[in-house]
């Protein structure tokens, strides 16, 4: 868990993506129990139900899944569909504003391809 939240977004929504994080790099992995509300709450001096809003969502996005009595787990396919949850917001929030720019640079995707790979080859340095 991060030691601090951020003011700017809702906290429910901060603990969601710090447990979507920890299973995108495998901090948390399949079958492995993720902290409890009250955990969380703890942690944070947050009201429980904040913290259980964030997880429930996860719970019905089918990234986690409740064991009664036991605690809250991480679903076998969580890692695959965030994954894909995260590459196709990456596709709309960067992707087409980037395409949109290069159009009105008149920079042909060819271009555009070579620019990235400059960039990818400039790093390996």
Same mark, same amino acid.
């Given at each position: 868990?991060?030691?601090?939240?951020?003011?700017?977004?809702?906290?429910?929504?901060?603990?969601?993506?710090?447990?979507?994080?920890?299973?995108?790099?495998? !901090?948390?992995?399949?079958?492995?129990?993720?902290?409890? #509300?009250?955990?969380?709450?703890?942690?944070?001096?947050?009201?429980?139900?904040?913290?259980?809003?964030?997880?429930?969502?996860?719970?019905?996005?089918?990234?986690?899944?409740?064991?009664?009595?036991?605690?809250?787990?991480? #679903?076998?396919?969580?890692?695959?569909?965030?994954?894909?949850?995260?590459?196709? !917001?990456?596709?709309?929030?960067?992707?087409?504003?980037?395409?949109?720019?290069?159009?009105?640079?008149?920079?042909?995707?060819?271009?555009?391809?070579?620019?990235?790979?400059?960039?990818?080859?400039?790093?390996?340095?």
């Amino acid at each position: 868990m991060k030691n601090k939240l951020n003011e700017n977004k809702p906290i429910y929504l901060q603990i969601k993506e710090q447990l979507e994080d920890s299973i995108i790099n495998d !901090s948390l992995k399949p079958g492995e129990r993720v902290p409890s #509300t009250n955990e969380f709450a703890a942690f944070y001096q947050i009201n429980p139900a904040t913290a259980a809003k964030g997880i429930n969502e996860l719970v019905t996005e089918e990234i986690l899944y409740k064991r009664r009595g036991v605690g809250m787990f991480v #679903t076998d396919k969580a890692k695959d569909v965030l994954v894909s949850k995260r590459k196709e !917001s990456f596709y709309e929030n960067f992707i087409k504003p980037l395409k949109v720019e290069a159009s009105n640079l008149s920079i042909r995707p060819n271009e555009l391809v070579e620019m990235v790979m400059r960039e990818e080859q400039g790093n390996e340095d």
